[in-house]
């Protein structure tokens, strides 16, 4: 008789690299510490290494001691990519897995490295007591023979793992031979929103552990705000002592003592230094006194309720992927500080340990969130397959919470615990919460990805408008079915975990969120997404650098530019985006009333006073500094607000438009920023713009000769009424109506809403090919008329425009444009303002306006108001995927010069413009795919913009809110333009 139908094989067991077990032979996860007076070896280096196609490797030669095993290998760097490396490429997708679903299935084509390191202890490694060999993170699962014996398998890529290996090492030629699978089962769980890297892209590190030496400690140290002590005590799996000298504290582990202490926060990031003694090892503490509770529906750490400045940070080099060196995290932590980001969450996987001691060091507030994501099953209908719902997979889940919190429990900068992100719901993450409270009781757990929110402490949500971020803030969102469930999430505190996506152009709408995070005490904040694009480095042909992303590396399925969203540049200069955050989020307010003559100054600190902070002021005429000084500001308490007089204005201050700019900076060097470092600013209009003034004497006439119309420094065209020269200088485009911009990621919108997409709109009534018929070219005694039409193909849609030139005795140009819409317009417009052309030798800019930086009418809360000076070239904005950048906003006038000095001004009429100059058109840049692909042309594009669509964040969020949307609606405005001498 036959156990099973005839004709289906026989049932095998799964292959290890298949099985949703975590894995086999390793030790139990633990706490890490960098320092103790036991010797270490790193094993980082240069390895031998082979790809082959499939999960049977390169068979098991290169177990062997023989040298020549491995001796025609290439070689790579460990830690390290091996994609990165000239072996195979790498894929980005955002969601989709790039295999079959069929958990824990993975297909046969299976890419799998061997690596091999020899290696000899050093002179006097201790014979006692055991050694372990820790891996910090390899990807996706590995299996590790040493000096020929086999130590076991494990997954979980951004987790630690540790071998026993004692019995096996030899004073020299050990063999360290690890094969690292592509593709694992744990890839199920491993579906963030990167690039997927294999390879071992952490440390490896040979770590003695003499007898009697702790395997595992828990230091505990709270902190109670209402008597001002902490409450230390340090469990221990061997007995020892705890000492902590300027607390005078020696305590036996296990012991628990109280002492006046200076809390830990994200902004006064106070550490004690103590030390763990047990017979076998002295181990340094950093000891942080802090304690996080959610009280009265808040998130309270030391009983204040604070409020996240946050961002989403991914481990990202663009030469060496998540293979990130301690200086590169250390540059990360500063740049937060530096602008103002107080905290972070870990998306979507611990970081390397040395991250988190920097956050501990330097103050951030983390979210650590564990190494699971199962996205992909998305498309599944009702996520069928999911593993968090499947309990074959829950012993992985669960290693995977142990392997976070126990490597990461000592840390004071760890505030909360998160399971996971978007995994859909089931019982495997209620197992993960369970066990998380039981072991650490002392942090919240959040999860994201059910709205019901049964397993999270925190009511969190992605990408939520304005208007229901708004009424969540009031406790007034819409109900759950299950009354018990809704008022369980009604008593939760609110997180946007994301929020802001940082793609290209953009975020706006960040001043909006910002308001409602400190207008609702509900509402504590946010965390943008993300911290840094990852863009991976290429080169031109000719060794110029720019940036590749999905599809750059010939993937046959890819995601495209999503990968690139973030606040830095791939090589991490901040964008303008992180320059507008910086400033929205500032944790001191400087407002004010220039008429009454007064400056107000708030503290939006959640613990630091303003002590360490000098505050100065400037007074500029037409952005010319007239006077400056100090502001004599009385310390402010957290939450408290001053009123100031400003001083008196200078006496003798020429004519124009003054400004007073108030600056907060810092008094004395930290650990984080030089003494002057900038923290925030507010400026105060003192006289506002003067009006335009009207030309003095009468108008002149135009004047028709032939082909051509003379009108004072202008010469046009007689049959289209185009501006052809000004002053001698011909022009390669004369002012005309331009109304299109090269889309933005956020104009472009959610690929899988395409409806929303309003760069779709665009296409499809081709504003991008809008055409100028001229209706009428009239002269009068004292101005230029041309009556046009613009309109794109196959619509019935218009912008009837109307150009009047005038021209006076000055030696200036004025134009006064007038558009009225036809027809039913379905979208907003992109912009909608004049396109001008010069010749390239105009490259030199000055302005008076907005600056330094780009703005646009949702993203200008960091335009301070001054007088700039750069070149065409340096005002591009260099976005991995080229799109529209560059605008300045609010410009009274602006200079274009050639190198001999000669040049053009333009000045706004009734209403200040956005300018932008730059030396390719828009179809060009819109057409672009990489900076490279945008080649400097013979003409200098100029846009003098009357308005501008607004940016928003719908790449993955909200569009622009509706008062940012450019309307097609009749509108007038006007520039004069006058030609500049040399010298």
């Known amino acids: 008789m036959h156990d099973r139908p005839h004709g289906e094989a026989p049932a095998r067991a799964l292959p290890y690299h298949e099985d949703p077990a975590p894995g086999s032979g390793t030790l139990p996860a633990r706490a890490w510490w960098a320092e103790s007076d036991a010797a270490r070896l790193s094993l980082n280096g240069t390895w031998a290494f082979r790809l082959a196609p499939t999960a049977e490797g390169t068979g098991s030669a290169f177990l062997a001691d023989d040298p020549a095993a491995t001796a025609s290998w290439d070689r790579i760097a460990v830690p390290g990519h091996w994609v990165l490396q000239g072996h195979g490429a790498p894929a980005y997708t955002g969601v989709a897995y790039l295999f079959p679903v069929d ?153 628990e003592a109280t002492a006046p202490v200076e809390p830990w926060t994200a902004e006064t990031p106070r550490r004690y230094d103590g030390e763990l003694v047990t017979a076998g090892e ?46 590169t995290m250390r540059e990360d932590v500063l740049l937060m500080k530096r602008h103002n980001i107080n905290a972070v969450r870990t998306s979507h996987y611990p970081p390397h340990p040395a991250f988190l001691d920097l956050c501990d060091e330097y103050g951030l507030w983390v979210i ?33 919470a142990q392997r976070m919190v126990e490597r990461d429990k000592n840390r004071p900068s760890v505030v909360i615990w998160s399971l996971g992100n978007e995994c859909g719901t089931g019982a495997g993450l209620s197992a993960m919460a369970a066990w998380i409270r039981e072991r650490d009781p002392s942090r919240p757990v959040q999860y994201e990805h059910d709205l019901e929110y049964p397993d999270s402490d925190i009511f969190s949500r992605m990408y939520t408008p304005h208007d229901e971020v708004e009424r969540i803030g009031r406790r007034e969102e819409e109900p759950l079915a299950d009354p018990e469930l809704d008022t369980h999430r009604r008593s939760l505190p609110f997180l946007l975990v994301e929020y802001a996506h940082a793609m290209g152009n953009g975020p706006g709408g960040l001043s909006e969120y910002q308001r409602l995070f400190e207008t609702y005490e509900r509402l504590q904040g946010g965390f943008v997404w993300e911290w840094i694009d990852h863009g991976l480095a290429k080169r031109t042909p000719d060794g110029r650098v720019y940036y590749g992303y999905g599809g750059d590396f010939d993937e046959d399925y890819h995601d495209g530019n999503f990968v690139c969203d973030g606040l830095l540049f791939p090589d991490r200069t901040p964008s303008p985006g992180l320059i507008e955050y910086k400033k929205v989020i500032e944790p001191v307010r400087i407002t004010g009333d220039p008429d009454a003559g007064t400056v107000t100054v708030a503290n939006g600190h959640d613990f630091a006073g303003t ?134 990621d956020n104009d472009r919108g959610m690929h899988w809403e395409a409806d929303a997409q309003v760069s779709v709109h665009w296409e499809r009534i081709g504003l991008h090919r809008a055409r100028h018929r001229t209706d009428a070219v009239e002269l009068t005694d004292d101005a230029l008329t041309i009556r046009t039409r613009v309109a794109p193909n196959s619509r019935d849609l218009a912008l009837v425009t109307v150009y009047r030139w005038t021209a006076g005795e000055d030696g200036a140009l004025r134009l006064t444009v007038g558009v009225t819409p036809e027809g039913d317009w379905p979208c907003p417009l992109p912009r909608l303002g004049l396109l001008l052309g010069l010749p390239a030798a105009y490259g030199s800019v000055t302005w008076y306006g907005g600056g330094p930086g780009e703005a646009y009418p949702d993203t200008r809360a960091a335009s301070r108001l001054g007088r700039y000076g750069m070149t065409v070239d340096e005002l591009q904005t260099p976005y991995v995927r080229p799109q529209e950048n560059g605008a300045r906003a609010d410009v009274r006038w602006a200079e274009l010069r050639t190198a001999d000095g000669t040049g053009l001004r333009v000045t706004a009429g009734p209403d200040p413009f956005w300018f932008t100059a ?66």
């Open 103 to 255: 958990p824990p299935r993975m297909p046969d084509e299976n890419p799998t490295g061997d690596h091999r390191r020899v290696f000899d202890l050093p002179e006097g490694w201790p014979a006692d007591g055991e050694t372990v060999l820790r891996f910090e993170g390899v990807d996706s699962c590995a299996r590790v023979w040493l000096n020929g014996q086999e130590l076991g398998t494990f997954q979980g890529s951004r987790l630690p793992h540790e071998f026993a290996v004692g019995h096996l090492l030899r004073k020299s030629g050990n063999v360290l031979a690890v094969r690292v699978h592509q593709w694992s089962a744990g890839s199920y769980l491993e579906d963030q929103d990167m690039w997927w890297l294999p390879g071992i892209f952490r440390d490896v590190t040979l770590l003695h552990r003499p007898d009697r030496a702790p395997a595992d400690f828990f230091v505990h140290a709270g902190y109670d705000h209402t008597t001002g002590t902490g409450t230390l005590r340090v469990d221990c799996d061997v007995p020892g002592r705890v000492t902590v000298p300027e607390l005078g504290l020696d305590l036996a582990t296990g012991e």
């Open 368 to 400: 650590d969130e564990c190494d699971l994501e199962t996205h992909g099953f998305c498309w599944m209908p009702d996520w069928r397959g999911n593993p968090v719902a499947d309990e074959r997979w829950t012993p992985a889940l669960i290693d995977r």
């Open 611 to 744: 002590g360490h902070l000098a505050f100065t002021w400037t007074y500029e005429v037409e952005g010319r500094r007239i006077a400056a000084g100090d502001l004599a500001v009385p310390p402010l308490a957290p939450g408290e607000r001053a009123e100031l007089p400003l001083p008196p204005a200078p006496d003798g201050a020429p004519p124009g438009e003054a400004v007073w700019t108030v600056h907060a900076r810092l008094a004395d060097r930290t650990p984080w920023a030089e003494a002057g470092h900038e923290v925030a600013w507010g400026q105060l209009t003192a006289v506002p713009r003067p009006a335009p003034v009207p030309p003095p004497g009468p108008a002149q006439a135009p004047r028709r000769d032939g082909g051509r119309i003379t009108l004072g420094p202008g010469v046009f065209d007689a049959t289209t009424g185009r501006l052809r020269s000004l002053a001698g200088v011909d022009l390669t485009e004369g002012p005309r109506l331009d109304i299109f911009r090269a889309p933005t």
């Open 282 to 327: 002295r181990v340094p503490l950093r000891i942080g006194f802090r304690t996080v509770r959610i009280e009265d529906g808040l998130l309270k750490v030391n009983g204040r309720r604070i409020l996240f400045r946050g961002v989403n940070r991914h481990e990202f080099h663009p030469e060496t992927g998540r293979t990130v060196d301690l200086e």
């Open 918 to 983: 730059r030396r390719w058109t828009t179809g060009q840049l819109d057409a672009a795919e990489h900076t490279p692909d945008l080649e400097p042309g013979d003409t200098v594009w100029v846009n003098l913009d009357h308005a501008q669509h607004g940016i928003g964040t719908q790449s993955c969020g909200p569009a622009p809110l509706p008062r940012y949307h450019l309307t097609a609606a009749p509108a007038e405005f006007g520039v004069e333009f006058r030609a500049l001498s040399g010298g």
